[in-house]
């Protein structure tokens, strides 16, 4: 089945850097990567996705991109706020079944 | 405002005692579904509805059960059979019902299960 593995597990950056949050996946038939957010107490909200037939994805400080090739996926968060500050997940969806990365805690320092 | 609630937020168990979450949503979702969240593990699946009456095994079932009699309903119990229970579990709706895991899930914001 499939395998998603996320890293890293904790990134530190200061307010205005970029963050960079990387994911492997292991099956070739997966065709959708959505991206969650999780707030402290919180469930966690979709906040970008992309479809295999796109290599890239922004919305507005937020942008995925996509290597089918080498089966992996990053989430790119630019001019970074402490309202950022969060734990990340990937997810690969193969045949319907959507899997979780083990998720980033994101720290946004002022 | 329309969403999922869950409930309660803290829960507190005896060993060798069922316990069961509350899951209700009013977003006229056909799909739902209940995650498992420990640290360092991401969401697990646990079970799934697609429709009233109907529902499916995740990745890790064991020690669980569900049922679905109603659509903005989905229960969750966890059994004394379950070995190690002390979770955060998570609660999800889907509007597309054509897959247990297709489109946006939209979560609740989780009942935290401690067992004593």
């Known amino acids: 089945g499939e395998n998603v593995e996320q890293h890293p597990s904790t990134l530190s950056v200061q307010e205005g850097d970029s963050a960079v949050i990387k994911c492997t996946y292991s099956d070739s038939a997966s065709n959708y990567f959505p991206w969650y957010k999780q707030e402290l107490g919180k469930g966690p909200q979709l906040i970008i996705d992309?479809?295999?037939?796109?290599g890239e994805k922004k919305d507005q400080r937020i942008a995925v991109t996509l290597n089918k090739t080498a089966k992996h996926f990053s989430l790119h968060i630019t001019e970074t706020q402490p309202e950022d500050s969060a734990v990340y997940f990937c997810?690969?969806?193969?045949?319907?079944?959507?899997?979780f990365g083990t998720g980033t805690r994101l720290l946004v320092s002022p | 405002d329309g969403g999922i609630t869950q409930s309660p937020k803290y829960l507190f168990r005896k060993e060798g005692q069922n316990v069961t979450l509350s899951c209700e949503q009013n977003l006229n979702h056909d799909a739902m579904y209940w995650y498992r969240q420990d640290p360092g593990q991401g969401l697990r699946l646990i079970y799934y509805s697609q429709i009233v009456n109907d529902f499916q095994k995740g990745d890790i079932a064991e020690g669980y059960s569900v049922s679905r009699e109603k659509k903005e309903s989905f229960p969750l119990t966890v059994t004394s059979a379950q070995k190690n229970p002390t979770a955060f579990y998570l609660c999800?709706?889907?509007?597309?019902?054509?897959?247990?895991?297709?489109?946006?899930?939209?979560f609740g914001e989780g009942s935290r299960l401690t067992v004593l």
């Open positions: 997810a690969a969806r193969s045949f319907q079944k959507l899997v």
């Open positions: 999800a709706s889907s509007g597309l019902a054509g897959g247990p895991y297709t489109g946006e899930l939209f």
């Open positions: 992309i479809r295999s037939n796109v």
